[in-house]
């Protein structure tokens, strides 16, 4: 009897180490999955941004014959406002880094005549996520290829989407 009642007070460690072991093997399977969910939103949320701007960009190229000036990274050209919410271009981008327009720039000697791009600064630095620039390479190009395609890598490995050649 004495055994009996010491028993059901609580758990013994075989019990809890088992319990922990179950929890331990699901967030082993949760945890990625959960991560190229995150993974896969943010690249959503880039290549519409990308999207949105490049449309209003070739929109006012179309419009005036010229694109707008070179601006720095974070800062929407003043000849864009109203066509792209300011807030939405100068926010951190879901990935970090800045968006950037880019006139006649080049990258790895090879020069764009219009790209967008996502640019460390200060405020907010871009970290190098391989597995978020293939996602973004093979969302927005069919074939993965970094040189090809609208979206390449720009010089400092920044994730650069091509408007005009």
């Given amino acids: ?4 009642s010491r028993r059901q007070r609580g758990f013994t460690l075989v019990e ?3 319990v922990v072991l179950i929890i331990s093997l699901l967030a082993m399977v949760a945890i990625p999955s959960l991560m190229r969910i995150q ?3 943010k690249t959503t949320a880039i290549m519409n941004d990308f999207r949105v701007f490049a449309a209003a960009f070739s929109s006012y190229a179309q419009e005036t014959g010229q694109w707008p000036p070179d601006t720095a990274a974070g800062v929407l050209p003043p000849l864009m406002a109203g066509r792209i919410k300011a807030d939405a271009f100068t926010r951190t981008t879901p990935m970090g880094g800045k968006y950037n327009w880019e006139y006649n720039q080049t990258h790895f000697g090879v020069k764009y005549k219009a790209a967008i791009s ?6 907010a630095p871009l970290p190098l996520d391989v597995n ?7 969302h927005i ?3 993965f290829n970094w040189l090809d395609g609208s979206f390449h890598l720009g010089t400092g490995i920044v994730p650069l ?3 005009e050649p």
């Fill in 1 to 4: 009897m004495h055994l009996r």
């Fill in 16 to 18: 809890i180490m088992v």
């Fill in 39 to 41: 993974r896969r939103a």
């Fill in 118 to 123: 996502i640019t460390a600064t200060a405020s």
């Fill in 132 to 138: 978020q620039l293939t996602d973004l390479e093979n």
């Fill in 141 to 143: 190009d069919s074939q």
């Fill in 161 to 163: 989407y091509i408007i």
